[in-house]
């Protein structure tokens, strides 16, 4: 007999939420009267017991949602995720009349109207509109690095991030440019790509004014005016400020 929690369709509204196939198939062995994990093959006399080493087995991810495919470690965390997919959006921003399904987001997000940031790096002066930003920076003093890629082990701060780092391993550009055929599988090189047929350069320098696309061209440039030389030759100690300086006189050497 199948366990009935991995086999029972959790429904909110319209939606029917299932938990993932991959234990679908944990079995009760009537012969032996014991229950066995469908993932690692450790087997358990109560339903309690196998319960709480899934759990464990599946980093505490056993609730599946078939709206986004992510994966939660208890039943009310499953239904905020589909409640914006399944539910109206009645809580409304006034500035700009964007909805939300709980007030709690309509809070967070009347932040970025007011500027206000309660939540306060305790090791720097940098402050954020919502607890999870701050989390999520705090990992950058700390050097805690959660989430792991399957792939190729490399390890990053927070979940968007290990998300995009996976295009790499797909081969997926999900954003295209509407002025011609290229696809990129991140927002901000599909957003440094449109500037190439708009001309916008929104990165203009404070002394001598000249604007660029890119803010990592403003930040080279901005050495010809405080004649910082960054690169420093292995060879003759000679420094300079170019990276293409640098190679041509590396040249010499060689």
């Known amino acids: 007999m199948c366990l009935t929690l991995l086999y029972t369709k959790v429904s909110f509204g319209l939606v029917s939420v299932h938990s993932s196939k991959k234990f679908e198939d944990s079995y009760h062995d009537k012969r032996r009267k014991r229950l066995i994990c469908d993932n690692c093959k450790k087997w358990f006399y109560t339903k309690t017991d196998l319960l709480t080493h899934i759990s464990d087995c599946t980093r505490g991810n056993i609730y599946k949602s078939d709206i986004s495919d992510k994966r939660f470690s208890q039943a009310r965390n499953l239904k905020k995720n589909i409640r914006p997919h399944t539910e109206l959006k009645s809580y409304k921003c006034y500035v700009c009349d964007r909805g939300f399904s709980l007030s709690g987001n309509l809070k967070s997000h009347m932040r970025t109207h007011t500027g206000e940031k309660p939540f306060a790096c305790d090791l720097c ?3 954020f509109y919502r607890k999870r930003d701050l989390k999520r920076h705090t990992r950058i003093h700390t050097g805690e690095k959660p989430y792991k890629c399957d792939v190729c082990n490399r390890e990053f701060f927070d979940a968007p991030t290990l998300k995009v780092h996976m295009r790499t391993h797909t081969g997926d550009k999900p954003y295209a440019c509407d002025l011609c055929d290229k696809r990129f599988n991140k927002t901000g090189d599909l957003k ?7 001309g916008e350069k929104p990165y203009k320098c404070d002394v001598c004014h000249r604007e660029f696309s890119l803010a990592a061209n403003l930040k ?6 405080t004649k910082d030389k960054p690169y420093k030759c292995d060879f003759c100690e000679k420094l300079f400020s170019f990276t293409g300086n640098f190679k041509r006189h590396e040249r010499t050497h060689t």
């Open 125 to 127: 002066d940098k402050k």
């Open 192 to 198: 440094r790509h449109t500037r190439t047929h708009t």
């Open 220 to 225: 080279i440039h901005m050495r010809t005016h």
